[in-house]
Structures are given as structure tokens and as C-alpha cells.
């Protein structure tokens, strides 16, 4: 803390820049689901958060944002809504989802914006061993629905 917010300055946050959409590549673009404001405040969030946050609590956050893009992709595939070729294929990736799966357009999805936030998702635990937020959130989105002490 410098000498100066200690006497009560404020400290102002960097504004959110939007994203960057790099080009429109095969696949659902989750910035055509979501809307441009939507995904700029998803890659502020992941560019703020991911240098210093827990995997498990990331993790629940990216497959919040997925679920949210699922549930707007729902609605503007039943209406011819812009953005709508784009929900069809996040709604078609998102059936046959699997958690033990490392391929298929989600996890490409998840890169992507992991890419346009400027962070990166990949993780080396203690022992050397890697891992990826993107795949804990493919898990954590995959099971939403569970809750074992039922």
C-alpha cells in the first residue's frame, strides 16, 4: 500500500477494454452469443482474476459464464435473433460434451477467450504436474446439475 492510498486515496480500477475478437474462425464465437459488452466484461474479469486466483474458484466462475452463453444461446436459437448461427453451433458443441474429452469446439471456446483476456489457463500444480482451468471448467459445467449429498 503506497503512502498515499493509506491516507485515503482511492485507487482506480483500469477501465475494461474490449475484447478482442480475432477473426471469425470455424465454431461458436462466444462474443456473437453473448454481445460484445457481455464478453469484454468476461475477459476483464478473467484478465483480473486468473493471475492470482484458485483454479477450483475459476473453474466455477468460466462455467457460470458458459451456462449464461448456453442460456442466451437457447433463446436466440428459437428466434432468429442476431448471433443466432453461432448459438445453434454453441448449443450443438454443449450436447455431446464430455468431461474427459479434450476435444471438441468448447474447450477451443475457452482457449479462446482465455486468449482474448491475455491469460493463460494452464497450470503447474506443486509436484510438476499440469492441468488447465478450461478443464476443470468443462467439469464443473459438465456437472451443474450434481449434487452428491442428495
Given at each position: 500500500m503506497t503512502p498515499k492510498m493509506a491516507r485515503g486515496a482511492v485507487r482506480r480500477e483500469p477501465k475494461a477494454r474490449p475484447a478482442r475478437v480475432v477473426s471469425q474462425e470455424a465454431?461458436?464465437?462466444?462474443?456473437?452469443?453473448?454481445?460484445?459488452e457481455t464478453y469484454a466484461t468476461w475477459v476483464a474479469m478473467l484478465r483480473s482474476l486468473v493471475p492470482q486466483g484458485r483454479t477450483h474458484r475459476l473453474a466455477v466462475v468460466v462455467a457460470g459464464m458458459l451456462h449464461h452463453a448456453v442460456n442466451v444461446a437457447m433463446s436466440r436459437s428459437r428466434r432468429r435473433?442476431?448471433?443466432a448461427e453461432s448459438s445453434k453451433a454453441?448449443?450443438?458443441?454443449?450436447e455431446d460434451l464430455d468431461v474427459s474429452s479434450e476435444d471438441?469446439?468448447?474447450?477451443?471456446?475457452l482457449e479462446k477467450l482465455f486468449r482474448d483476456a491475455g491469460v493463460s489457463p494452464d497450470r503447474v500444480n506443486a509436484r510438476g504436474d499440469a492441468y488447465s482451468i478450461t478443464d476443470s471448467a468443462i467439469a464443473e459445467f459438465v456437472g451443474w446439475e450434481n449434487m452428491p449429498w442428495e
Amino acid at each position: 500500500m503506497t503512502p498515499k492510498m493509506a491516507r485515503g486515496a482511492v485507487r482506480r480500477e483500469p477501465k475494461a477494454r474490449p475484447a478482442r475478437v480475432v477473426s471469425q474462425e470455424a465454431g461458436p464465437l462466444l462474443v456473437d452469443v453473448v454481445g460484445p459488452e457481455t464478453y469484454a466484461t468476461w475477459v476483464a474479469m478473467l484478465r483480473s482474476l486468473v493471475p492470482q486466483g484458485r483454479t477450483h474458484r475459476l473453474a466455477v466462475v468460466v462455467a457460470g459464464m458458459l451456462h449464461h452463453a448456453v442460456n442466451v444461446a437457447m433463446s436466440r436459437s428459437r428466434r432468429r435473433a442476431p448471433g443466432a448461427e453461432s448459438s445453434k453451433a454453441l448449443l450443438a458443441a454443449t450436447e455431446d460434451l464430455d468431461v474427459s474429452s479434450e476435444d471438441g469446439e468448447i474447450p477451443e471456446v475457452l482457449e479462446k477467450l482465455f486468449r482474448d483476456a491475455g491469460v493463460s489457463p494452464d497450470r503447474v500444480n506443486a509436484r510438476g504436474d499440469a492441468y488447465s482451468i478450461t478443464d476443470s471448467a468443462i467439469a464443473e459445467f459438465v456437472g451443474w446439475e450434481n449434487m452428491p449429498w442428495e
